[in-house]
Antibody, heavy 118, light 110 residues
C-alpha cells in the first residue's frame, strides 16, 4: 500500500520560506513515477504546484515557478517543497501525491495546513 | 495557466443522473486525452475517480463515467447516492507539460 505523509511547520512568517517534506512508504521513490505537490486555500479549489522525478526532472506551475524549489532525497525515500517569499495568499492545505501516469495523481497524503502570518 | 471552468454546483435526487462539465482550451482539455476527475469529501484528500477521459481506477463504481468533446470534458454520475455528495474537480495535462485543475463543482444529493 502506497502511503505519503507531509510534514513541516504549520506557521510561516510573511516573506520567509515555506518548507515541507513528503515521506513515501510502500513505493520506492526511484520508481518510474513523478512526485507532486498540490495546494488548496481554505474554502477554495485545488492548485497544482509542481512535480519532480527521482532524477530531478521537474515541472512547475508557471505562476509559482520563480518561488518554487523541488528536491528528492532517495536515501530517505522522500521529496520536498520550498516556496520562498510567502504571503498570506500562500496559506493553504498542502498535499503531496504520487503521479502514477501523465497528470494522474493516484495516491495522496492527508495534507498539512500551512498558515502565513506574523 | 488558467483554471478549467466547472459549474459551481450541481444537485440531484437519489437514483437520478447528473453531469458535470469541464471546459478548457485546445492547449489542455482539447489537446489530448489526459483528462482526470477527482472526488473530495469535506476534510479529506482528493481521490482519483477517472483518468485518461474515461478510465476508472480499481474500486471506483461504474456509476462514474467520463467523456470528452472538443475542449469540454464531462463527468456523469448515474444512480446518485448520498455518499456521492462531495466536491468534484477535473484536471488536465497541458501543452506546457504542466497540470491544471478545474474550479470545482459541489454536488448535492437532495
Amino acid at each position: 500500500q502506497v502511503r505519503l505523509q507531509e510534514s513541516g511547520p504549520g506557521l510561516v512568517k510573511p516573506s520567509e520560506t515555506l518548507s515541507l517534506t513528503c515521506e513515501v512508504s510502500g513505493n520506492s521513490i526511484i520508481s518510474d513515477n513523478y512526485w507532486g505537490w498540490i495546494r488548496q486555500p481554505p474554502g477554495k479549489g485545488l492548485e497544482w504546484i509542481g512535480s519532480i522525478s527521482h532524477s530531478g526532472s521537474s515541472h512547475y506551475n508557471p505562476s509559482l515557478k520563480s518561488r518554487i524549489t523541488l528536491s528528492v532525497d532517495t536515501s530517505k525515500n522522500q521529496f520536498s517543497l520550498k516556496l520562498s517569499s510567502v504571503t498570506a495568499a500562500d496559506t493553504a492545505m498542502y498535499y503531496c501525491a504520487r503521479r502514477g501516469g501523465i497528470s494522474r495523481y493516484d495516491y495522496w497524503g492527508q495534507g498539512t495546513l500551512v498558515s502565513v502570518s506574523s | 495557466q488558467s483554471a478549467l471552468t466547472q459549474p459551481a454546483s450541481v444537485s440531484g435526487s437519489p437514483g437520478q443522473s447528473i453531469t458535470i462539465s469541464c471546459t478548457g482550451t485546445s492547449s489542455d482539455v482539447g489537446g489530448h486525452n489526459h483528462v482526470l476527475w477527482y472526488q473530495q469529501h469535506p476534510g479529506k484528500a482528493p481521490k482519483l475517480i477517472i483518468y485518461d477521459v474515461n478510465n476508472r481506477p480499481s474500486g471506483v463504481p461504474d456509476r462514474f463515467s467520463g467523456s470528452k468533446s472538443g475542449n469540454t470534458a464531462s463527468l456523469a454520475i448515474s444512480g446518485l447516492q448520498a455518499e456521492d455528495e462531495a466536491d468534484y474537480y477535473c484536471s488536465s495535462f497541458t501543452s506546457s507539460v504542466t497540470s491544471v485543475f478545474g474550479t470545482g463543482t459541489r454536488v448535492t444529493v437532495l
